[in-house]
């Protein structure tokens, strides 16, 4: 598979507290991530508030710069902002957040919606729109008798069917999904996953899925990323990666996740709190919550390493419980 | 004897009603959940019964704690019943405290209100509760503001709090949904653990049935304001009836065995304006008979003790979700 | 907190600045003094004695820094009608401004805020649809038309209170009444909805299943973060303390700051306008510095944001 878009050494930082002197304090999003999409695929991105996944996202979109590193979408530099080949790859990416409510502007009605990017792109003709429009509005799983409907009288999976109909709108290559059903319940965001995953396979999407919900990455996405404090700690397929988590951090979500009927019994409970991007640690980021953090941990910057087409960051792989200890070589 | 019975509890909003008469009961120790989707009523129940619903609610029926009628009961009843008998922590622990009011001086209000306490006594009561739910260095951090907690030590002070009137029942409203994954298991460890040490009911708002199941030992599921299912977990778990149950435990993905096309419940919940006749959801459900589009079920006894609402509940059979994944196709590549 | 002091200066002084540059053009801009103070029909020999004399015959940007630079020495300049010092003139009228203005705000909030709160308090009552109605009444009829009104009836008709002047208490009331009206019914709508806004917060519903009486969940919980915004709105009308009055001091002929105002601008008496526009504008900053100062005491988050500035 061809590799859509690449990144290299992406950092993110945003300064906060600007002082009249002094030096402003600086937080680093995200640290140094290097990723390769691959044309067709779906990545899933996990990890808690705080580990730069939308971050990571938005530079990946090319809607914000990163502060080091670079971005290559189909072999070539992601223009820079505003330019005129920036605003025609606005096309070709697409992002759906995860309240529609407030992607949707309240007074339009859905077929307005919809057709908004057909007229500002000027994709087609203007006799050829409400086809297109009703075309889409089948294919999201939307009545046609919604289409004069104004978002505040849509439930919630309706309105994030309509987002994701004026995404498609344009017949993107690239679409980001940041956290699309966590706002919806469980048997809503089973059918908003399921239209994603079919609009994906007919539409030959390239997609980033980021969401906290581990269940809904691991039998959506193909290969999946697990971020802690903007870096990323573990990288592998998706049903190999909850199976056998290798990251001490993986382990933890992977337990974490209430299993119905199990109990609290032999779960791994992290002490300490969410990651905060203004106070990193030093050495592995993760090392104050780790059950296996040692003197090394602190001082040390574990890099990624490859173990079988899995990726992890952390020093102590060969010791880790769960852990395969040939093929370890450094990535 | 339960601790608190629920009797036909009746609500509605400006003449909508949302809730038809919900019959509920937990026992003095007894851990429930209370399982469900937004707008299905689980949460109103509970404010309903301690009187925290706005004026504009009319509440009707019966509930009774400790042999005490608290509907339409007159403020000091309620009063005296709320944080001292029954406390309550919600969703959204960082806007749940007080802004402008040190978490200390909070959590002091409470334990004066309660236990009697005052001065160093009561300060002294409130650092050992922060201690008691995780707080580190609980001796200084008892004089912050709630800005200066991340959301999950916010909830660990709502739990304190709500500790500190050494209730008999704590209602816990959708406790980890605002949280991440990892604080999300610190708060239900928690809970478990605080309810080990002192014996206190709960009631476990949620609409994840696996946070659920990790901490009660019975549970309710409740569709468009009425019970339809209720049983202990092994029972709920292994063997659900209600076609909407099974339809939940299918929507939920699974972390193991092969990859697998989600299974949703089709259709969207109903618009409590507009309720369809008959069972609530007859027009979701697959084993809907024309008696179910016309008939309401009430929630009946059956042999193996769970409590069912249904006309056509699925046959005793391990589901599809759970233990075998034959039914389901799986994602085809 | 030093670094946030600092940083509030330096606006200041930049607004002072702004406002000051802003008064000189638009007077310079808008007539000629000369001509105004001396009326169309002097005769042309006087009108240039007077120009020389007060500098109108330099180009614009010499008069400007010129300006700029008496400024910045405090130099208002003396009145071109009264040949008394301006700044002087301007602050002899300030004592008598105050006297109508702040019996009027604590009008305001006495009257205002218990109002807002209690119609937020007995939401959809007869006292909360009478509160709504009021003060609507109160801050849509014009100061002139509620003076006017009042003076016809209380003066004119009852005769029970004088019309105008400044020669005894009573003299106040009808100004006071006037001014106040409108503020009680902007601070009542105000609080109503600070109040409503709070009432709704998910930690009032945690003070009430604390088992807290419902007075101290209002007193205690509510009343503290309604504050907030009220603070806001109190610090505008204290801002207008001495400029707020010009309609009302020139109904009843009140000889405060407010009709110095009046009188110097239909005058183009520069001096007197730029004296007052700077006392004006620094009273609006040592107002909103005051805000400034109420948010801090009474919401600790802000007071950490600012600590990390």
């Not at chain 1, 309240?99 to 908004?116: F, G, K, S, W, Y």
């Not at chain 2, 409130?126 to 916010?154: M, W």
């Not at chain 3, 008069?63 to 130099?75: G, W």
Request: aromatic share 6%; glycine share 8%.
């Amino acid at each position: 598979m061809s590799v859509l878009l690449r990144a290299s050494g992406l950092c993110q930082r945003y300064t906060t507290g600007k002082k009249l002197f002094g030096k402003p304090s600086t937080v680093t999003a995200v640290d140094g991530i290097d990723l390769e999409i691959h044309a067709g695929e779906i990545v899933g991105v996990v990890g808690e508030s705080g580990s730069g996944k939308s971050t990571l996202a938005r530079m990946l979109l090319g809607i914000e710069t990163p502060a080091a590193g670079e971005v290559e979408w189909q072999g070539g530099p992601m223009p820079n902002p505003a330019t005129p080949e920036w605003r025609a790859l606005r096309r070709d990416m697409q992002l759906i957040f995860q309240d529609p409510l407030a992607a949707l502007d309240r007074r339009m009605t859905v077929a307005n919606q919809i057709a908004e990017p057909l007229e500002i792109h000027k994709m087609l003709p203007r006799d050829q729109i409400s086809g297109r429009v009703a075309e889409l509005m089948e294919k999201v799983g939307l009545r046609p008798d919604q289409a004069d409907r104004y978002p505040l009288e849509l439930s919630g999976g309706q309105r994030q069917r309509v987002v994701i109909a004026r995404a498609l709108a344009m017949s993107p290559k690239f679409l980001v999904c940041d956290e699309p059903v966590s706002a919806l319940d469980v048997s809503i965001q089973a059918q908003v996953v399921n239209l994603l995953y079919d609009l994906q396979q007919e539409e030959d999407l390239t997609m980033v899925f980021i969401s906290h919900d581990l269940k809904v990455v691991r039998n959506l996405c193909d290969r999946v990323v697990v971020m802690y404090l903007g870096r990323i700690v573990e990288e592998g397929p998706a049903d190999e990666i909850f199976a056998k988590p290798l990251h001490p951090y993986t382990q933890a979500l992977v337990s974490s996740v209430p299993q119905a009927g199990t109990g609290m019994k032999g779960r791994i409970v992290l002490q300490g709190e969410p990651p905060n991007p203004a106070a990193r640690p030093s050495g592995c980021a993760f090392h104050p919550r780790c059950r296996f953090a040692d003197a090394a941990c602190k001082s040390q910057v574990p890099p990624l390493m490859r173990d079988n087409g899995r990726l992890a960051a952390c020093l102590k792989l060969r010791t880790l419980p769960f852990q395969d200890e040939k093929q370890l070589t450094h990535a | 004897m339960s601790l608190v019975s629920i009797r036909d509890l009746k609500v509605s909003f400006d003449g909508v009603q949302v809730l038809h008469g919900i019959d509920f009961d937990v026992g003095k120790g007894e851990a429930v959940g209370l399982v469900g989707e937004s707008g299905c009523g689980k949460s109103v129940t509970w404010l309903a019964a301690l009187g925290l619903l706005p004026l504009k609610a009319t509440v009707s029926g019966s509930v009774k704690f400790a042999g005490k009628e608290l509907v339409n009961a007159p403020r000091t009843t309620l009063e005296n019943v709320r944080g001292g008998r029954i406390a309550m922590i919600f969703q959204d622990p960082s806007s749940s405290l007080n802004p402008v009011q040190r978490v200390g001086k909070q959590l002091i209000e409470s334990i004066r209100l309660h236990r009697g306490l005052n001065g160093a006594e009561a300060r002294a009561e409130a650092v050992r509760l922060l201690d008691l739910v995780g707080i580190p260095s609980a001796s200084t951090r008892i004089d912050l503001y709630p800005h200066e907690f991340s959301g999950g030590q916010c909830q660990r002070i709502m739990i304190a709090m709500a500790l500190a009137g050494e209730p008999d029942l704590l209602i816990a409203d959708e406790p980890t949904t605002a949280l991440d994954a990892t604080i999300q298991a610190q708060i239900l460890d928690l809970l478990a653990r605080i309810r080990a040490e002192t014996g206190m009911a709960m009631v476990f708002i949620s609409h994840d049935l696996g946070a659920v199941s990790a901490v009660c030992e019975r549970a309710a599921v409740m569709y468009a304001g009425r019970v339809v299912e209720q049983n202990g977990i092994q029972g709920l778990f292994k063997n659900p009836r209600h076609p909407y149950t099974v339809g939940l435990f299918q929507a939920i993905p699974q972390l193991d065995g092969p990859r697998q096309r989600l299974q949703p419940i089709h259709g969207t919940v109903p618009d409590p304006r507009h309720p369809p006749a008959g069972c609530a959801f007859s027009p979701r459900c697959a084993r809907a008979s024309d008696f179910c589009t016309s008939v309401q079920p009430g929630l009946v006894r059956q042999d193996d003790g769970c409590d069912l609402a249904c006309f056509n509940p699925s046959a005793h059979a391990i589901p599809a979700a759970y233990g075998s994944s034959a039914m389901i196709s799986e994602y085809a590549r | 907190m030093l670094n946030h002091i600092l940083i509030r200066l330096v606006r200041a002084f930049l607004t002072l600045m702004l406002v000051m540059t802003f008064a000189f053009l638009v007077l310079r801009l808008s007539g000629d003094p000369a001509i105004i103070l001396l009326g169309p029909d002097a005769p042309q020999d006087a009108i240039n004695a007077f120009r020389e004399r007060w500098g109108l015959n330099d180009p614009l940007w010499k008069q400007y820094l010129a300006y700029i630079a008496q400024v910045l020495t405090l130099d208002f300049g003396v009145s071109m009608r009264d040949q008394v010092p301006a700044l002087e003139l301007v602050i002899s009228r300030i004592p008598a401004t105050l006297a109508i203005t702040v019996p009027a705000l604590i009008l305001k909030i006495a009257i205002g805020i218990p109002a807002g709160v209690y119609a937020a308090l007995h939401r959809q009552s007869i006292a909360d649809r009478g509160v709504i109605t009021l003060s609507i009444f109160g801050f849509t009829v014009p100061s002139f038309v509620l003076g006017l009104i009042l003076v016809l009836i209380f003066a004119v008709s009852l005769g029970w209170l004088p019309s105008g002047g400044q020669d005894s208490w009573k003299h106040a009331i009808l100004p006071i009444a006037t001014l106040s009206v409108g503020g009680i019914g902007i601070m009542a709508r105000f609080s109503r909805s600070a109040m409503i806004e709070v009432l709704g917060q998910p930690y009032i519903r945690t003070a009430m299943a604390k088992g807290l009486s419902w007075r101290d969940v209002v007193w205690k919980h509510a009343l503290p973060n309604a504050a907030v915004p009220i603070v806001t709105l109190l610090g505008f009308m204290v801002g207008s303390l001495i400029a707020g009055a010009a309609v009302v001091e020139s109904i009843f002929s009140w000889p405060g700051v407010g009709r110095l105002i009046v009188t110097s601008v239909a005058n183009r008496d520069l001096a007197v306008v730029q004296s007052l526009l700077l006392v004006i504008a620094c009273s609006m900053i040592v107002a909103n510095f005051l805000v400034d100062l109420g948010y801090g005491l009474l919401d600790p988050r802000l007071r950490a944001r600012r600590a990390a500035h």
